[in-house]
């Protein structure tokens, strides 16, 4: 959006936006609008088709690296952390080939500091709020000086850690450490308590409950489900065709539903929201009520580019990021998507009410 605060340059460093952004079209010209855009990635992404610069990193065996990072996740909820206390260092493994401009991703940002005459803070947490295991521990960069090593990074992020670095290089295949961590007493005057049903959510859940779907379901009769990729995480691994097999994400639908419609595996169809369209690849999976659909998302390319039998169809062009967004977090709506099968025969495809009559919500405990 145009005005005061309109972002004009980004950096993107391990994401692949165009492919993991709902709202692909918005996000298409938003990133097309900015006066620099600057990628760092090892492949040529959707994103950095659209970038003015790419930057091409170390690849992982080329790098020393820890488990700081898989530990570190279970501060963020997306995994509890590993259940024992293992940790490892690994030195490079290999060099890059001989020739090749590539650099760590962090090299990009101290050059940029350098050039700027900044200095670099870091923060480094562990945990959030009162959850927190430890207080923070900073430490300041200064590119006027030399340039570390990754290893000198990795020292000062593991300072005053509970098994010091120098033990853990001692086991070249990691180990799970001996701990004699308990679970404390609460601190003296914390009375927090975990609250069920809170008055925000409850108010929430009764305006969800109140909306009536009825007309759109008529229109589009069909429920977008997302899914993973047990062997792919986001849109990364669809050039190594050992993870990416075809290279499509499937539209899968219940098997009825497919011989109902008229439909075989493996024809294309067109997906339509609401908020935009996409081709895709028909499926059968028994598993999948009749009346829903499921795709992986970070699939298909950018837009007037696609390619639905060899790269798949983006699911992020059917939501949008300004309607139904979560009003605490902003999040879209990304998944029970409203949808409508078009083919170019003229085919049946209603399909059943996926809702029955439901009670009010005052007859609800």
């Not at 295949?173 to 609460?186: H, K, T």
């Not at 996409?278 to 829903?292: C, D, H, N, Q, S």
Request: net charge negative; aromatic share 8%.
């Amino acid at each position: 959006m145009p005005g005061p605060g309109q972002v004009k340059a980004l950096i993107v460093a391990g994401g692949n936006p165009m492919m993991a952004w709902p709202d692909q079209n918005k996000a298409f010209d938003a990133l097309n609008a900015l006066d620099l855009l600057v990628t760092i990635d090892t492949e040529m992404t959707a994103t950095a088709e659209l970038s003015h610069y790419v930057v091409a990193p170390k690849l992982t065996l080329e790098t020393p690296m820890t488990t700081y990072m898989p530990e570190g996740v279970k501060y963020y909820g997306t995994t509890r952390g590993f259940p024992e206390p293992y940790g490892a260092y690994t030195p490079a493994i290999v060099d890059p080939p001989e020739g090749s401009d590539v650099i760590e991703d962090w090299e990009f940002f101290w050059g940029v500091a350098k050039r700027m005459g900044t200095q670099i803070p870091v923060s480094l947490r562990y945990g959030n709020g009162p959850q927190a295991e430890h207080a923070p521990m900073t430490f300041t960069l200064d590119p006027s000086g030399p340039k570390p090593s990754t290893d000198r990074l990795i020292e000062l992020s593991c300072e005053g850690s509970r098994i010091p670095l120098e033990r853990v290089k001692q086991y070249p295949d990691g180990y799970i450490f001996e701990s004699d961590q308990r679970v404390l007493p609460r601190e003296p005057g914390n009375d927090d308590r975990l609250e069920l049903a809170a008055p925000p959510m409850i108010e929430e859940l009764a305006i969800v409950f109140s909306e009536d779907n009825r007309a759109i379901e008529v229109e589009y009769p069909f429920r977008l489900l997302p899914r993973r990729m047990n062997n792919m995480l986001n849109s990364f691994g669809r050039q190594i065709a050992k993870l990416a097999g075809d290279g499509v994400n499937p539209a899968y639908m219940n098997p009825a539903d497919i011989l109902r419609i008229g439909l075989v595996d493996g024809d294309c169809v067109r997906l339509r929201s609401p908020h935009g369209e996409i081709e895709a690849i028909v499926k059968g999976e028994g598993a999948l009520r009749p009346g829903t659909i499921s795709m992986s998302h970070g699939f298909g390319t950018n837009p007037g580019s696609d390619r639905p039998r060899q790269t798949g169809g983006n699911t992020g062009r059917l939501s949008a990021s300004d309607d139904g967004y979560d009003p605490v977090t902003g999040i879209p709506r990304m998944g029970s998507i409203p949808v409508k099968i078009l083919v170019d025969e003229p085919v049946n495809t209603s399909v059943p009410p996926l809702h029955q009559a439901r009670p009010t919500w005052s007859d609800r405990d």
